[in-house]
T-cell receptor
Framework: SQTIHQWPATLVQPVGSPLSLECTVEGTSNPNLYWYRQAAGRGLQLLFYSVGIGQISSEVPQNLSASRPQDRQFILSSKKLLLSDSGFYLC?????????????FGEGSRLTVL | GESVGLHLPTLSVQEGDNSIINCAYSNSASDYFIWYKQESGKGPQFIIDIRSNMDKRQGQRVTVLLNKTVKHLSLQIAATQPGDSAVYFCAENSGGSNYKLTFGKGTLLTVNP
């Protein structure tokens, strides 16, 4: 069966510090990978998605970047965090098989920037 | 830009009643719609989906209705239970085969015992 792992689960960082959130998927190959951000009490905003290794599409201009160094690894980064980067970050994947389009989400990483 | 939104931000129902959560979408090119349930502090979980060539789909205690004429999507939950309390999001696929889902703001469903 497929699983998705996301870490760290919680993170408190000072303004101006770097960020690295990691996400890995097991049990599938060549998935589409996504990073979403959810502000408190709000919906999910798509930040990045990737259809393959090294292929990253950015949806909104921001202080963050994403990389996909391996087929099932997706990393969200920042060189210098802003207060506005606080939120709940969710990694997700989908296959292009029978259940194409159904996103499977990780448990999320809660980032607080102080 | 085009977006997905919800008519009601909160919904409170009595246990055993039926719940209806509504969603309006504006991208007429969207071909796939999904309802997700998100419990506090967790990632969203798939409930049910529907493709644009259908107008109704039923699951276990849930039914999704799609009205393409008015660009409206609804989720019906039968015999609502306390465990159904969560935030419900509708999402539309605006990315074609890349499956780029745009989510609505969410509706908080509270089930009173």
């Amino acid at each position: 069966s497929q699983t998705i792992h996301q870490w760290p689960a919680t993170l408190v960082q000072p303004v101006g510090s770097p960020l690295s959130l990691e996400c890995t998927v097991e049990g599938t190959s060549n998935p589409n990978l996504y990073w979403y951000r959810q502000a408190a009490g709000r919906g999910l905003q798509l930040l990045f998605y990737s259809v393959g290794i090294g292929q990253i599409s950015s949806e909104v201009p921001q202080n963050l970047s994403a990389s996909r160094p391996q087929d099932r690894q997706f990393i969200l980064s920042s060189k210098k965090l802003l207060l506005s980067d606080s939120g709940f970050y969710l990694c997700a994947w989908t296959s292009l098989g029978a259940r194409a389009g159904e996103l499977f989400f990780g448990e999320g990483s809660r980032l607080t920037v102080l | 830009g085009e977006s997905v939104g919800l008519h009601l931000p909160t919904l409170s129902v009595q246990e055993g009643d039926n719940s209806i959560i509504n969603c309006a979408y504006s991208n007429s090119a969207s071909d796939y719609f999904i309802w997700y349930k998100q419990e506090s502090g967790k990632g969203p979980q798939f409930i049910i989906d529907i493709r644009s060539n259908m107008d109704k789909r039923q699951g276990q205690r849930v039914t999704v209705l799609l009205n393409k004429t008015v660009k409206h999507l609804s989720l019906q939950i039968a015999a609502t239970q306390p465990g159904d309390s969560a935030v419900y999001f509708c999402a539309e696929n605006s990315g074609g085969s890349n499956y780029k889902l745009t989510f609505g703001k969410g509706t908080l469903l509270t089930v009173n015992p």
